[in-house]
């Protein structure tokens, strides 16, 4: 038997994210290629985990992802803090 998903990079993990199909927001906690398929032909998708405010997660396409908040810093890219221009005095 074969693997029938596998873990993704995306620069927006862990960020607050809207779903464009629906409106929804969360915070994007994985991103998985994965086989949809329910016959012995390989359909892979990369879907979407999205946690709600609810603590519930729904999955969407990687495609319909995008920042909650496009003025927000990237913190991915900082490592998760800050940059010394956008920390309080």
Not at 54 to 73: I, Q
Request: aromatic residues 6%; proline residues 7%; hydrophobic residues 40%.
């Amino acid at each position: 038997m074969t693997e029938r998903y596998e873990y993704v990079p995306h620069r927006l993990l862990r960020r607050r994210v809207r779903d464009v199909a629906s409106g929804a927001e969360g915070v994007l906690m994985a991103v998985i290629n994965e086989n949809v398929s329910d016959s012995v032909h390989q359909h892979w998708r990369e879907l979407a985990y999205i946690r709600a405010a609810s603590g519930r997660e729904f999955t969407t396409a990687v495609d319909n992802v995008e920042p909650a908040d496009p003025t927000a810093p990237d913190l991915a890219a900082t490592d998760g803090r800050l940059p010394p221009s956008l920390r309080s005095a």
